[in-house]
């Protein structure tokens, strides 16, 4: 779960990574009253998860009031790459004399948390790796021994900041990867990390990516919303329990298991249909789940087909094709569908559906022949 | 022979008297597995349809000899019971278990690793089914014959049906594994390939990725420098969008690295033929074969 900046800047302020003062808006008059607490200059940041928010205009200054009412204006509703602007992070303003980089992530290849250090920063990550590599010093950090002194001071040193704030750069390190182990982060990016003109050291930017599987020790951090992220059927699947991730296209989907979905999405596209989401109904999916699935699939309107395509394991076909029977007695169904059931109970299944002779559905052998056979139906 | 479960394999179930433990316990029995012994602390002394039940690994490993260990406990409690199931000395952990925190992962790799005592398979997998021989977890073991491919995956429902297609040509397999589908798991393609590689039952590797990461991509160097055998590769999620976890925690492109068309690439630029789709990884798989013989 990618967190806002303003979350990532409370987790900061938790473990003691030195932000700029700022305060959370969700319009403009809240913004206007938080610049004046503040004290002018700020800046008034939209909080949306995407890269280039300040190309796109969503980062601005205020002298005063009357700016900040402004820009609070201009900036909420507005829409950043696809994303509406919800709500604002309002900041004293910084003066800028360095901008570095740095990023704490779980390298997967590795198996260890690796903490990185640039003295360019302010720019985007992979733009400084393509630009400049050898100017991002990187380091894997034991995670049985966890981030010592000298692991932040061989960062500072290596990646040549001024000499002054070595060791408030050094310190904010090992407070980022304290973020990272108790925070159940996968990644925290501060980037710029600022340097001010009376050479304090701050986070002006916080990025942090939390595991959703550790979740439940932490209420807080659970609670954290992102509207401009939310998605209406993505909420109601999250509601049921089911995994659902919305796609563009005109064709939805279900299967068992994560894998054989990724794999479903890829056939449908192959056979020249695109996809209108990923579900995956999970192992051993009763008849409610499906009941569920069938509802949040149909509630994304784009649907003109729908493919179910379950090789069963645990999950067991006849369970399945019961479910199907009893979405098309609870939800107005007027999509055409394809199912194809194989591996456990198959043929009682298969037997289910052809007694219950459910308008607009038909059976498919295989799976490239359901997919092949869904993208013509979905036109 | 097939490779880390067979006849030799004696299995304790950490969360046998569960919902999930006992189900799957009784149906590795009932495959022929020794499935000798359960832990559920403060249980001892019960019993799960005959098959003893222990407060803790180490006493059920003394008791009945286990070498293998199967987790079917919650994700809070999973870290802890692999590395209790390490600490008691067993050679092999597989966690079935979905949904561990991943900095729980990094301790328990990191520990395992070092220690160097005990192999880790999962979490968040099917398991390991040696067809005729054993079955430790979730794979549904009545569609697999033993024969001479080997079948190593990040999926579970995605092996079934590649297996299957496999079936439907007259192949069988020598020892499907499932490594699963979290940022940190335990055994990775490379561990598992090797063993391949060793085992005189497996002719052919059939090895099943999907986004994240970049594991299919450093497996593709080893595949070049190390193996003998014959590999095809199959890749899910070249539909995923970037930044969306599709299902498996693991499964996620971030920003431009972990897509299937850049593992497809790195496997095809060392020679190992990739499926588009799982029909197509049988008749690869088929075709190869059929020209050895």
Do not use: W
Request: glycine content about 12%; hydrophobic content about 45%; some cysteine.
């Amino acid at each position: 779960m990618d967190l806002l900046e303003y979350q990532g800047k409370l987790l900061f302020k938790k473990h003691a990574v030195p932000v700029p003062d700022g305060r959370h808006a969700a319009t403009v008059q809240e913004a206007v009253e938080a610049a004046e607490e503040l004290g002018f200059p700020v800046v008034i940041k939209a909080q949306v998860q995407i890269g280039g928010r300040g190309k796109a205009g969503g980062i601005k200054l205020a002298k005063d009031r009357r700016e900040a009412e402004q820009h609070a204006e201009a900036i909420l509703g507005m829409d950043i790459r696809g994303l509406t602007v919800h709500e604002l992070y309002v900041e004293q303003a910084s003066e800028i004399a360095e901008e570095y980089y740095a990023a704490i992530v779980l390298d997967r290849g590795a198996k260890k948390p690796m903490a990185m250090l640039s003295r360019m920063g302010g720019m985007d990550v992979e733009e400084i790796a393509e630009k400049h590599p050898e100017a991002i010093v990187k380091l894997h950090v034991d995670p049985l021994i966890g981030f010592e002194d000298f692991h932040g001071r061989r960062l500072a040193f290596e990646a040549g900041i001024a000499d002054d704030v070595v060791r408030p750069v050094a310190a904010m390190l090992g407070r980022l990867y304290e973020v990272l182990v108790q925070e159940d982060a996968m990644l925290v990016e501060v980037n710029p990390l600022l340097v001010t003109g009376s050479r304090d050291v701050v986070a002006l930017d916080a990025k942090i990516t939390v595991d959703g599987n550790a979740l439940y020790r932490h209420e807080d951090t659970a609670a954290f919303r992102n509207p401009s992220a939310e998605d209406a059927q993505e909420q109601l699947a999250k509601q049921r329990g089911l995994t659902y991730v919305k796609l563009d296209g005109n064709v939805g989907i279900l299967g068992n298991g994560a894998g054989l979905v990724m794999s479903t999405l890829d056939v449908v596209a192959q056979a020249g249909g695109r996809p209108a989401n990923f579900l995956d109904a999970g192992g051993g999916s009763k008849a409610e789940a499906i009941v569920d699935a069938v509802e949040v699939i149909l509630s994304n309107p784009k649907v003109t087909a729908v493919l179910f395509n379950i090789f069963g394991g645990i999950t067991r076909c006849d369970e399945v094709a019961r479910g199907l029977v009893s979405a098309f007695e609870q939800v107005d169904v007027r999509v055409p569908f394809v199912v194809r059931l194989d591996g456990t109970n198959d043929e009682e299944g298969r037997r289910i559906l052809a007694e219950a002779d459910l308008p607009n559905v038909e059976v498919a052998k295989t799976m490239l022949g359901a997919a092949a056979r869904v993208v013509d139906l979905a036109g | 022979m097939s490779i880390l479960v067979g006849k030799e394999t004696r299995v304790v179930v950490s969360g046998l008297t569960g919902r999930e433990g006992s189900f799957h316990g009784l149906n590795n029995r009932r495959y022929g597995t020794a499935v000798v012994g359960g832990v559920t602390p403060g249980k001892a002394g019960q019993d799960v349809e005959g098959i003893p039940v222990f407060n803790t690994v180490h006493a059920a490993v003394e008791e009945t000899g286990a070498n293998t260990s199967m987790i079917f406990v919650p994700p809070r409690f999973a870290a802890d019971a692999i590395l209790e199931a390490a600490d008691a000395g067993v050679k092999l952990v597989v966690c079935i278990t979905e949904g561990i925190p991943a900095h729980d992962m990094l301790r328990v790799y990191t520990h395992l690793r070092r220690t160097d005592r005990t192999r880790l398979v999962g979490p968040n997998c099917p398991g390991v089914l040696s067809p005729s021989k054993a079955n430790v977890g979730i794979i549904p073991a009545h569609f697999f014959s033993a024969g001479n491919v080997g079948l190593v995956s990040r999926s579970g429902t995605l092996t079934y049906q590649i297996g299957n297609e496999l079936v439907q040509r007259g192949f069988g397999n020598s020892t499907i594994v499932g490594i699963g589908g979290d940022p940190v798991v335990g055994s990775s393609f490379i561990d598992v390939l090797a063993l391949f590689e060793e085992d005189e039952q497996t002719e052919l590797v059939v090895m099943c990725g999907e986004i994240g990461g970049d594991e299919e991509e450093r497996t593709a160097e080893y595949i070049a420098g190390h193996l003998s055998k014959p590999v095809v590769g199959y890749i899910a999620g070249f539909t995923a969008p970037r930044g969306k976890t599709m299902g498996h925690a693991g499964a996620i492109v971030s920003g431009s690295s972990g897509t299937a068309q850049a593992k497809a690439e790195a496997l095809e630029a060392k020679g190992v033929r990739v499926g588009r789709n799982p029909t197509e990884v049988a008749e690869v798989a088929a075709e190869v074969l059929g020209e050895k013989v």
